[in-house]
C-alpha cells in the first residue's frame, strides 16, 4: 500500500513538473528566443482577449509565425541607457469589454530599426481584460 501511495504521489508531481514546464520560460522577460511566447499569452489569455490580440496583429499585417518579440533581447534598455533616438513606438490597446483597437503613435523617429520588435502586456482588472501591444520600428 505504501509503495502505492508513494508511486501516485511521485507520478502526479512528475506530471505537475512537466505540464508546467511546458515552455522554457515562466513569463516572456525569461524567454531566451522568440519560441513560445505568442503560445504563451495565448494559453494566458481567454477566449475573447485571445482573438482580439489575434485581430491586433492582423490589422497591422504582422503574420503572428514570425513576431520578433522585444522581451528576449535588451534594445529597448539600450537605447534608452545611451540616448538613441533611432526608432519609432506605435502603441496599440483594446480590451474585452468595448473590443475597439486604439493606436497611438508615442516615438516618430526618422531611423528605423531593421524589422519591428513586439511588447505584450495585459491588465485584468474588475472582469475587464486590457491588452497593450507595443511595436518598435
Known amino acids: 500500500m505504501k509503495k502505492l501511495i ?47 490580440l489575434n485581430e491586433m496583429f492582423n490589422t497591422i499585417g504582422v503574420n503572428t509565425d514570425s513576431i520578433q518579440w522585444e522581451y528576449p533581447t535588451d534594445l529597448f534598455f539600450v537605447c534608452h541607457e545611451k540616448g538613441w533616438d533611432y526608432y519609432s513606438r506605435r502603441v496599440y490597446s483594446v480590451n474585452n469589454r468595448d473590443k475597439i483597437i486604439k493606436c497611438y503613435d508615442k516615438n516618430i523617429s526618422e531611423n528605423k530599426l531593421p524589422h519591428s520588435l513586439f511588447h505584450l502586456g495585459y491588465v485584468y482588472r474588475d472582469g475587464v481584460t486590457t491588452l497593450i501591444l507595443v511595436e518598435y520600428y
Open 6 to 52: 508513494l508511486t501516485s504521489v511521485l507520478a502526479l508531481t512528475t506530471l505537475s513538473v512537466f505540464s508546467q514546464r511546458k515552455y522554457d520560460f515562466d513569463i516572456p522577460g525569461t524567454a531566451k528566443s522568440n519560441e513560445g511566447i505568442y503560445e504563451w499569452f495565448i494559453d494566458q489569455l481567454d477566449d475573447t482577449s485571445d482573438s482580439l
